[in-house]
């Protein structure tokens, strides 16, 4: 049994009080420990959670937008703070600035004066909290705000009861993409648990904008080409059906396509190389852009929206312009115009001056359209017709043009009937020596003979046939035809008496690798001595890559075929030009022939072109004369050869070895 306190010696009872002390010391010590161990580990588990929400949040939400909203609520639901808000940062004409995203979180709405100052100003780098974060990459503390000299919002702070904020930067990888700001009205000392967290939350919000960012990418490769950067023709043709529903919602809303595509460009591409011709795309590209910017191209007063235009990069030199919101087709005319000048200058391309130009074809709403696909087809046909016009020039889109284009897909059909039906002849037109009168050659000329009966003139096809490529199997049977008749003259005239056949070789013919070949097979195959056979070529046909045109002709000239320049003075090509290529005869082209009687002029230019092709050694046919006093003007400067209906038009096989025969004759009997 233990002694009654009041017992005991007074000592020993303060012994015992002190004894009690100490125990309750420790014991209140150890409570604490362990607590401040319990709220650790509590506030730890915290922050892993919002860490875990906000990775989760970053898979989940459909933009980034939706993402950094959920953020600012959860980070300032973590940090018992009232308001965060975020910055994106944006770069633009090489300037750097964080603007406001507009996205906020706010516990009450007493905080408008200082949303306001936060929406109307950017930061540059360096420039306040938002810009002091971008710059240092790393979490701000600011205590004391409303009088702080480099929080520049700290008027509106105070009026706001705003005392302490903090700002943390996201990143992507080392690129700050947006920074998060927070305040609170209580006066906070810096948390390190806090800004030791913040730059991991900034890692996670990052990676969203990073995803975001490599999606717009894909998105944006589907639907731009890659050379220049423009949208490309699937973005185009969405666009396009866009202002066609537009349209059709609201009367008074018109909108054009120009089809925009360059001349010459494959002279370039031949002859300088197509990383050449890639970079005239690019930089046309860059010009067209340009001619776009300005800010009147639509002729509007309040022409500012940039989204009024789009400029899109079908493939090859094609290019295309929808302009949406315009009052009426002149609208369009006037950015067609402006195109034209920008291209106006001649492009540096490795060194080099490169000079083109532009046809352009506009179709327009006012025509009315249902699809995006007839619209565009419209504004093709009129691009081809300003080439046809002469190229380096506009057309509108018609109902003439639309109905031309039926015409012309109809022919493209009856073409392929007749090729496979072979109702094709030749007609020759003899080429007559303007010395002694007698037939030199024969030009074989090809005609449709329809079924009907009609007689079509290669004016009416040939140019179809050239767009479709069907030249190519009419160019082969031709080639052939006109063989067998040289190989009928060979057995009438044995020896160097007969008299040779030219056939004209189309410039898509003569692009194929295999030409020489197929000329070389023919002439084995028919049996004709190969220097009865000349094929006329056309100045534009020869332009181009000049060691593969050269190497063409000197193949030919091994087979022993003449070539003749055919049309000379129509195209661009320059007699120091042909120099250079093994050509044995040159046909002044008729535009001149036809003149000479009338002007002195034209008389001067064949003469001129006659004598530097004597000095190249070549002969020359005038194509062309049509009365006697044509033919003594062409005698009297020393033209040798001439080709026109004064002598005979084109006839037949049997006709033509009948005129043949009676010049022979004539020529033949002693006078
Ligand atoms: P081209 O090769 O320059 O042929 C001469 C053209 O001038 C022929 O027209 C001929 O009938 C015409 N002509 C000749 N003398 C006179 C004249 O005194 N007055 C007038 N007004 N015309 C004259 P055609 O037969 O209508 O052929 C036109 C063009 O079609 C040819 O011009 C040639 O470029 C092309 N062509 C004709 N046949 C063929 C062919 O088989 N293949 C290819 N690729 N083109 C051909
Ligand atoms: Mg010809
Ligand atoms: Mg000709």
Not at 124 to 152: H, M, N, Y
Request: charged residues 25%; aromatic residues 8%; contains cysteine.
């Amino acid at each position: 049994m233990s002694e009654p306190i009041e017992r005991c010696d007074p000592d020993e009872l303060a012994r015992i009080k002190r004894r009690l002390e100490r125990e309750r010391a420790a014991r209140r010590e150890a409570e604490t420990v362990s607590e401040r161990g319990l709220r650790r580990l509590y506030a730890r588990e915290q922050e892993l959670l919002l860490l875990q929400d906000v990775a989760t949040a970053a898979n989940l939400s459909q933009s980034v937008r939706d993402f950094f909203q959920y953020a600012l609520a959860r980070i300032c639901d973590f940090m018992a703070w009232p308001l965060g808000h975020a910055y994106e940062v944006v770069s633009a004409d090489g300037e750097t600035r964080l603007r406001s995203m507009t996205l906020w979180y706010a516990r009450d709405d007493a905080v408008g004066t200082f949303r306001d100052a936060t929406r109307l100003r950017e930061f540059a780098p360096g420039e306040g909290l938002p810009g002091q974060t971008f710059i240092s990459g790393k979490p701000q503390w600011l205590t004391g705000v409303p009088d702080r000299e480099d929080f520049l919002r700290r008027s509106e702070a105070r009026a706001c009861l705003i005392s302490t904020a903090c700002a943390f930067p996201v990143h992507v990888g080392e690129e700050v993409v947006a920074v998060f700001e927070f305040f609170s009205e209580r006066a906070l000392q810096p948390s390190q648990s806090l800004l030791a967290l913040m730059p991991q939350v900034g890692l996670h919000l990052g990676r969203a904008i990073e995803r975001q960012r490599a999606e717009d990418r894909l998105i944006h490769d589907a639907s731009h080409d890659p050379l220049t950067g423009l949208p490309n023709r699937a973005l185009f043709l969405e666009r396009l059906h866009q202002s066609i529903a537009h349209a059709r919602r609201k009367a008074d809303v018109q909108f054009a396509v120009l089809f925009i595509d360059l001349d010459r460009f494959k002279i370039v591409n031949d002859s300088l190389g197509h990383l050449a011709g890639d970079r005239l795309i690019t930089q046309v590209a860059g010009r067209l852009t340009g001619a776009l910017r300005r800010e009147d191209v639509v002729a509007r007063p309040d022409a500012t929206t940039p989204d009024s235009s789009t400029l899109a990069r079908l493939g090859g030199d094609e290019f295309t312009i929808l302009l949406t919101d315009i009052h009426d087709p002149s609208d369009a005319v006037r950015v067609a115009n402006r195109v034209k000048d920008a291209l106006h200058q001649p492009f540096a391309i490795d060194g080099q001056e490169v000079y083109t130009s532009a046809s352009i074809g506009i179709a327009s709403s006012a025509s009315g359209y249902e699809s995006a696909d007839a619209i565009l087809r419209d504004a093709d046909l009129a691009m081809y017709r300003a080439k046809a016009l002469g190229k380096a020039r506009w057309e509108l889109f018609d109902r003439e043009m639309h109905q031309a284009a039926m015409t012309r897909l109809a022919l493209e059909t009856d073409l392929r009937h007749a090729l496979q039906n072979e109702e094709f002849v030749l007609h020759y037109q003899p080429v007559v020596s303007l010395r002694t009168g007698e037939v030199a050659g024969f030009e074989a000329l090809v005609r449709w003979q329809k079924p009907d009966g009609e007689l079509v003139l290669p004016g009416g096809f040939i140019e179809t046939m050239e767009d479709t490529g069907l030249i190519v199997f009419l160019g082969a049977w031709v080639l052939r035809e006109a063989c067998r008749a040289a190989r009928i003259l060979e057995e009438l005239y044995p020896g160097e008496r007969a008299p040779s056949i030219s056939v004209n070789v189309s410039s898509r013919q003569f692009a194929q690798p295999d030409l020489a070949a197929q000329i070389r097979s023919v002439i084995a195959e028919v049996g004709i001595d190969p220097h009865h056979l000349r094929l006329e070529i056309t100045e534009s046909a020869m332009i181009g890559d000049m060691d593969r045109v050269a190497a063409v002709l000197r193949e030919l000239k091994e087979i022993g075929v003449r070539v003749s320049i055919d049309d000379f003075g129509t195209g661009y090509s320059s007699l120091s030009y042909l120099h250079s290529l093994p050509l044995d005869v040159l046909k002044i082209d008729r535009s001149f022939v036809s003149a000479i009687a009338r002007n002195g002029e034209s008389l001067q230019i064949v003469r001129t072109i006659m004598s530097l092709a004597h000095n190249l050694g070549m002969d020359v046919i005038a194509e062309g004369p049509e009365d006697a006093e044509q033919v003594s003007q062409l005698r009297s400067i020393g033209c040798e050869f001439g080709q026109g209906y004064y002598f005979s038009r084109p006839i037949d096989l049997p006709a033509a070895i009948a005129f043949l025969a009676r010049t022979r004759s004539a020529t033949e009997t002693p006078c």
